[in-house]
T-cell receptor, first 113, second 110 residues
Framework: DTEVTQTPKHLVMGMTNKKSLKCEQHMGHRAMYWYKQKAKKPPELMFVYSYEKLSINESVPSRFSPECPNSSLLNLHLHALQPEDSALYLCASSQEAAGGQQFFGPGTRLTVL | GQSLEQPSEVTAVEGAIVQINCTYQ??????LSWYQQHDGGAPTFLSY????GLEETGRFSSFLSRSDSYGYLLLQELQMKDSASYFCAVVGNQGGKLIFGQGTELSVKP
């Protein structure tokens, strides 16, 4: 299995809702990532997990809360989001955190009303 | 600061060869990656150069010169399906952090 899966594909939520994005990989990768991408812009790193521990938090607002329950799973919990948080949220994984080859999931298209 | 420069748009015809350049200025450097992203899709890894020189993978090649802080992606025998955005990305000294360029939108015309 050489893919990263993400659910849901699309999500519409109000500013008072709580929702979660899920990501899964079965490639035995030890590093997993969350990115945010706006239209016509590059992916913007949010969080890095290495060996199930949070190693990088790019000063992301606390309304985004990552969780790594095990080496194959990565969640992103969302609470009290703003309309400007609407974007494509991408999960990625790599063999180790220092590698240049990251495998991206198809993303979750999030709309905050 | 950390920055990567690449052209915003490139247009070429089917069957042609196109080169997308990337210059970088980063506080640490382990290697240069290239990713392709079609509209509505996810980034897909194309290549990674950690050492100077040319890496070839089918129709795509990537080059790195560490002394010049410069690299390029070369696409040969262009096909319509190559129309996409191409991002260069530096692997810096913060483990796991890829620093992306702004992307080059490649349009392949018939």
């Amino acid at each position: 299995d050489t893919e990263v899966t993400q659910t849901p594909k699309h999500l519409v939520m109000g500013m008072t809702n709580k929702k979660s994005l899920k990501c899964e990989q079965h490639m035995g990768h030890r590093a997993m990532y969350w990115y945010k991408q706006k239209a016509k812009k590059p992916p913007e790193l949010m969080f890095v997990y290495s060996y199930e521990k949070l190693s990088i938090n790019e000063s992301v607002p606390s309304r985004f809360s990552p969780e790594c329950p095990n080496s194959s799973l990565l969640n992103l919990h969302l609470h009290a989001l703003q309309p400007e948080d609407s974007a494509l949220y991408l999960c990625a994984s790599s063999q180790e955190a220092a590698g240049g080859q990251q495998f991206f999931g198809p993303g979750t298209r999030l709309t905050v009303l | 600061g950390q920055s990567l420069e690449q052209p915003s748009e490139v247009t070429a015809v089917e069957g042609a060869i196109v080169q997308i350049n990337c210059t970088y200025q980063t506080s640490g450097f382990y290697g240069l990656s290239w990713y392709q992203q079609h509209d509505g899709g996810a980034p897909t890894f194309l290549s990674y150069n950690a050492l100077d020189g040319l890496e070839e993978t089918g129709r795509f090649s990537s080059f790195l010169s560490r002394s010049d802080s410069y690299g390029y992606l070369l696409l040969q025998e262009l096909q319509m399906k190559d129309s996409a955005s191409y991002f260069c990305a530096v692997v810096g000294n913060q483990g796991g952090k890829l620093i992306f360029g702004q992307g080059t939108e490649l349009s392949v015309k018939p």
